[in-house]
């Protein structure tokens, strides 16, 4: 796993915002590498000095982080050359998801400024992924810290994961700004029966709500990816849900359909809430044919390659984070590896036992 949080010292008397370099670049807030030496780099910049510890093998060349001198730490907001930087501006959430990999806390740390001024140096064209618990319960510091770095970066793109309870018929002027053609909100539906998705997000008429939110956001011309997690609750009734998306939702971007991850809640209710795909493809199979027929953008997210039939393998996606990916020991043969997201880090290794090397 690439660690994403490394010891850090400091003489500065609060935290900052910087980005690394061997060079300087034209920003105040550019840190410039001195020295760096058995495993510890030496930056200067406008905080003053500061080291930063980190494996032999890794470079932080161009990676922006938030150091924090109380805490002796600095965090890689955005690592340079990785497509999956996702910043977690808040850790509430009105939900509880039965398999939530991100379990929701009551406390709250407001670090819009600092995500704002690490977005602002991004690498050129980036697309910064923000999550939570969840990001529109400060849906007023969300939407600022999108215009302010859409306004002065118009190469950035975001992609957003949101319960999708939040919007409001006053949100659709504000969201119909050209800025929000870059934001796409990643919103997920477990069920076309209210009472099934409501159970699985334990929030009563929370199905009603999100539909409520789906015609401001359709006003407002929003990019939508819908987010499906298979789950034993819901596998079989997964055709019904394709018809529902299929003649509900027909204006969304992409349906991604994602295979359960182990960590957060799932971890100790795998056994209840996992289902393998592997033993019973067909109503996932129904689903993507229906979606396919109807000429929508489905996508299988979280699963190997090889454990899909061949005819739907062009949907399944390398969808797991670089940071948290792993492959079996017998993946090494396979020619498709490079298309294929593995397995997560923590997914159970007796998994790695139905590999097949493609
Ligand atoms: S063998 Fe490994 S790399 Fe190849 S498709 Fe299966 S899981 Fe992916």
Known sequence: MIPLILPSTSDAVSPFVTRLGAVTWDDSRDARLMSDAGGTALYSGDFGLFTIERP??????????????RAGRAERLIRAGSGHNTLLVTERCDQLCVMCSQPPKKTHEDRFAAFTDACLLAPDSSVIGISGGEPTLFKADLLELLETVLGQRPDLAFHILSNGQHFEQGDVERLRQPCYQRVQWGIPVYSADHASHDQIVAKEGALARLEKSF???????????????????????????????????????????????????????????????QQDFAPLGQA????????????????????????????????ISDWKRRYAPTCAPCHERDQCGGFFEWHPRDADLKVVPL
């Open 56 to 69: 032999q093998a890794m470079s932080l060349e161009g990676d922006i982080v938030l150091v924090d001198p």
């Open 215 to 277: 015609c401001h956001l359709l006003a407002a011309g929003a990019r939508i990816e819908l987010r499906t997690v298979l789950l034993s609750d819901n596998y079989n009734d997964l055709p019904r849900l394709a018809r529902y998306v299929v003649t509900r939702l027909p204006f969304i971007e992409h349906w991604s359909i994602m295979q359960l991850e182990n960590a957060g809640f799932a971890k100790n209710r795998w056994d209840a809430l996992y289902v393998d795909h």
């Open 288 to 319: 993507l044919d229906h979606a396919i027929l109807s000429g929508l953008d489905v996508r299988l997210f979280n699963v190997p390659r090889c454990s899909v039939p061949q005819e739907y393998r062009p949907y399944a996606m390398a969808s």
